[in-house]
């Protein structure tokens, strides 16, 4: 059963709140906790499933003590929203899983044959839209284009200059992207079709300069979206659509059809 609540602000803690309502809403770890299935050997994941559970009500003040780092000063001052994200897959292998991208590395000399392919993976995907207002299939399509490096020197034929390319090999449950322009803007719609993968918009995190908040819904798609802001909640019709300039993150979830 989903849930809807808002959460204490501490010290500047929107940051925290705005990234744990964007993952509240990931219907896996919604089940989860309700099945009460969360790792008991994770410290994480019990302080993340005792905030789900209680509603904001326990698990915060424990919460900040196992995320706090000198660069995420949880309960202690602001922070950033999708580099919390990223330390909970990087602390809770569950939603690791489900969040995280194959993606390979290439790079090929513009003089000679040498070619190199390095696999890798990543959980969130990183959007510089080139123009204001361009859609997130566009912006996908502009980061994985090949980059040519006229300083790189070529260890086969000592040559310079090479073409340097992201290769997307497998998508994840969940997409996160993030945009890193405060410039330009990203047009996002409620449903992204990726290698003809239909994805559902479940979350979008904003920051205003000083201020974290979250769009979010639950899922299926058809959930009413809710404004979470600290603790005060904001429900709008299942139909609206909440385009957001100040928006940092997108999060996407696979439609199983």
Known sequence: M????????????????????????????QERFADGEEDTNNVVEVCLAEVWGSKGEEGLKDFYE?????????????????ELIEFLCDKIPFLDKLMRFKVASSIKCN??????????????????????KQSVSDAITAAVQPVTIPDWTCEKCKKKGCKKQLLLAEFPQVMMFHQTSVNTTVSYTPVLVVNKVRYALFSVVCFTGGHWFTWGR????????????????????????????????????????
Request: glycine share 6%.
């Open 2 to 29: 989903t849930k809807s609540f808002g959460l204490r602000n501490k010290n500047g803690s929107c940051w925290i709140n705005a990234a744990l309502q964007s993952v509240f809403r990931i219907p896996d770890l």
């Open 66 to 82: 196992c995320v706090k780092t000198s660069t995420m000063p949880a309960g202690e001052g602001i922070g950033d929203s999708h």
């Open 111 to 132: 003089n000679c044959d040498y070619n190199e392919m390095k696999p890798d993976t990543m959980n969130e995907f990183s959007i510089t839209p080139s123009v204001k």
């Open 218 to 257: 639950d899922l299926p798609p058809g959930q009413p979206w809710v404004r979470f802001d600290d603790t005060h909640l904001q429900t709008f019709a299942a139909n609206y659509m909440p385009h957001d300039d100040r928006m940092r993150l997108l999060m996407y979830y696979r439609i199983n059809e």
